[in-house]
């Protein structure tokens, strides 16, 4: 089976645009959940989701959104970036219901300048 | 709220050697999980072990194994054997068994093994 995929694994963008992540589950998977690390702050949980519900969102701006596509794979959207964003983040899917095991992908780490 | 502390910021070991790393954890909780988790440089967290806390066996898997103290809030890592491969970053993580779906990661410990 295929791991937890996250396209693009680097990403350079400028203060102000706006970022799209991708994530595809392993197959069979229906929760995908998103954590954001960065040295400082270590992993933040931004936001889970089931069938294409949100069940919990961390917290963080408005300006941090995701979905979920009814194949499970999910998108989170970052508008009006700032440096501060600049970060590794890291999806991560569970065969159950209640995330009681978390499998990760490798991670999209952004840049901005 | 949930908080979870790795005290040690970086630890070393020599190959074949044991090492034990440190988790401490609050909660008012009764029902929840705990992890270990990995992260090499390949940056990819890989789930190394996980102790739901109305088990009072503490987990094993092959070279790793854990010490839960429950009322003391406490989830050491014993890795036995130490291994090159097994140098990373390990996280200690809590999620409480009633619907918020999300992990509490602790700061990490980085884990040098010397050869």
């Known amino acids: 089976k295929a791991g937890v995929t996250q396209t693009p694994r680097y990403l350079i963008k400028t203060r102000g645009q706006q970022v799209t992540l991708s994530c595809s589950p392993i197959s069979g998977h229906r929760s995908v959940s998103w954590y954001q690390q960065t040295p400082g702050q270590g992993l933040q949980f931004l936001f889970e989701?089931?069938?294409?519900?949100?069940?919990n969102k961390g917290n963080f701006p408005g300006r941090f959104s995701g979905r979920q596509f009814s194949n499970s794979r999910s998108e989170m959207n970052v508008s009006t970036l700032e440096l501060g964003d600049s970060a590794l983040y890291l999806c991560?899917?569970?065969?159950?219901?209640?995330?009681?095991?978390?499998?990760f992908g490798s991670g999209t780490q952004l840049s901005v300048l | 709220a949930q908080t979870v502390t790795q005290s040690q910021p970086e630890m070393s070991v020599q190959e074949a050697e044991t090492v034990t790393l440190s988790c401490t954890y609050d909660t008012s909780e009764n029902n929840y999980y705990l992890f270990w988790y990995k992260q090499p440089p390949s940056r990819q967290m890989i789930l190394v072990i996980r102790q739901e806390a109305y088990k009072q066996q503490n987990a094993t898997e092959n070279r790793f194994s854990v010490n839960f103290q429950k009322a003391a809030k406490s989830f050491s890592l014993k890795i036995s054997d130490s291994q090159l491969g097994d140098t990373a970053m390990y996280f200690c993580?809590?999620?409480?068994?009633?619907?918020?779906?999300?992990?509490?990661f602790g700061t990490g410990t980085r884990l040098k093994v010397l050869a």
């Open positions: 989701y089931f069938s294409e519900t949100q069940r």
């Open positions: 991560a899917s569970s065969p159950g219901q209640y995330n009681e095991k978390l499998f």
């Open positions: 993580a809590f999620m409480k068994d009633s619907g918020t779906y999300k992990y509490i």
